[in-house]
């Protein structure tokens, strides 16, 4: 390969128009029209600014220069291509999804059956990570990349799960809320466990691993095929670790606002409580 692909190939125009119908139905239905439906919350524009944004890294990842470019020369870029899919666009999502619009799908039993099973904490966890480790075995993952139609319907799957393992920790519905602060730390934490050996076999292999990058001539850089590997696994760690630290952070800090303002209010309650007690004493007198 020595020339790079045309202008729909690295714009992919289909995708982008998936991204505008979204955005549209996001903008006319629920940014709009949650006065329409019965118990729906305003849709406030930090949530907007969410779903958005997941919207726009979503077309970056699958639609942009970064997938055809990871597809057919760098693997480096693949894995950066995954990190912003799987461990970026489903927390932008999930914080833009008011807690209505996910309670109108729960109204069907078969949807809430099967959604409720696969984000059991888990569940979610260990179906996302084992998929993904399956992903990056040199055999599955050479013969998906010469078959566009299994790894599109791979990575569609994996996207999916991708969403299940986050939707306990940003999960918009309070009742389906079944982690608190403290094991959402210890499920982030999981996550990154699991995570790590995918990411220590291609850093530390001494070979290439992946024959569909290994006879790759780059137009656009010197970067020899076995430091691109070794670079998507480095790539794919830090961005997981700045991801699943600033998650932790996020975390233990909303709890411990939370727990400040229980201790606020209680010592506010308290402190009423004296001045009726002291109201009383002085009617006595």
Same mark, same amino acid.
């Given at each position: 390969m020595s020339q790079i692909g045309g202008f729909f190939d690295l714009w992919n125009p289909v995708i982008l128009l998936v991204v505008v119908v979204v955005g549209y139905v996001y903008s006319r239905?629920?940014?709009?029209?949650?006065?329409?439906? =019965?118990?729906?919350?305003?849709?406030?524009g930090k949530q907007k600014l969410y779903? &958005? @944004?997941g919207l726009a890294l979503f077309y970056i990842g699958q639609g942009s220069?970064?997938?055809?470019?990871?597809?057919?020369?760098?693997?480096?870029?693949? *894995? %950066?291509?995954?990190?912003?899919? &799987? %461990?970026?666009?489903?927390?932008?999502?999930?914080?833009?999804?008011?807690a209505w619009v996910l309670r109108l799908f729960m109204q069907n039993r078969v949807f809430r059956g099967i959604f409720s099973?696969? @984000?059991?904490?888990? #569940? =979610?966890?260990?179906?996302? !990570? *084992?998929?993904?480790? #399956?992903?990056?075995?040199?055999?599955? *993952?050479?013969?998906? *990349?010469?078959?566009?139609?299994?790894? /599109?319907?791979?990575?569609?799957?994996?996207? #999916? @799960?991708?969403?299940?393992?986050?939707?306990?920790?940003?999960?918009? /519905?309070?009742? /389906?809320?079944? %982690? !608190?602060?403290?094991?959402?730390?210890? &499920?982030i934490f999981g996550n990154g466990m699991l995570l790590t050996p995918a990411c220590a076999l291609i850093?530390?292999?001494?070979? #290439?691993?992946?024959?569909? &990058?290994? !006879?790759?001539?780059v137009p656009f850089t010197h970067l020899s095929p076995l430091d691109d590997q070794q670079l998507g696994g480095v790539l794919m760690k830090i961005i997981q670790e700045v991801v699943y630290g600033t998650t932790l952070a996020y975390i233990f800090f909303r709890w411990y606002r939370r727990e400040r303002?229980?201790?606020?209010?209680?010592? /506010?309650?308290?402190?009423?409580?004296? %001045? !009726?007690?002291?109201?009383?004493?002085?009617?006595r007198a």
């Open positions: 239905f629920v940014a709009k029209g949650n006065g329409n439906f =019965a118990d729906a919350e305003p849709v406030t779903f &958005y @944004t220069p970064i997938n055809y470019i990871g597809h057919h020369y760098l693997f480096s870029v693949h *894995m %950066l291509q995954q990190t912003i899919l &799987y %461990l970026i666009v489903p927390i932008f999502i999930w914080l833009g999804t008011p099973f696969f @984000t059991r904490p888990l #569940i =979610a966890l260990f179906l996302f !990570n *084992m998929l993904f480790s #399956i992903y990056h075995m040199p055999l599955i *993952m050479d013969g998906l *990349m010469k078959n566009d139609v299994l790894l /599109l319907s791979y990575h569609t799957v994996l996207l #999916i @799960t991708a969403f299940m393992m986050w939707f306990p920790v940003f999960c918009p /519905l309070p009742e /389906l809320n079944s %982690l !608190n602060d403290l094991k959402k730390l210890a &499920y850093i530390f292999a001494d070979s #290439i691993i992946y024959d569909m &990058y290994s !006879n790759v001539t303002k229980e201790d606020d209010d209680m010592d /506010l309650l308290e402190t009423q409580e004296s %001045l !009726n007690n002291q109201g009383g004493n002085w009617n």
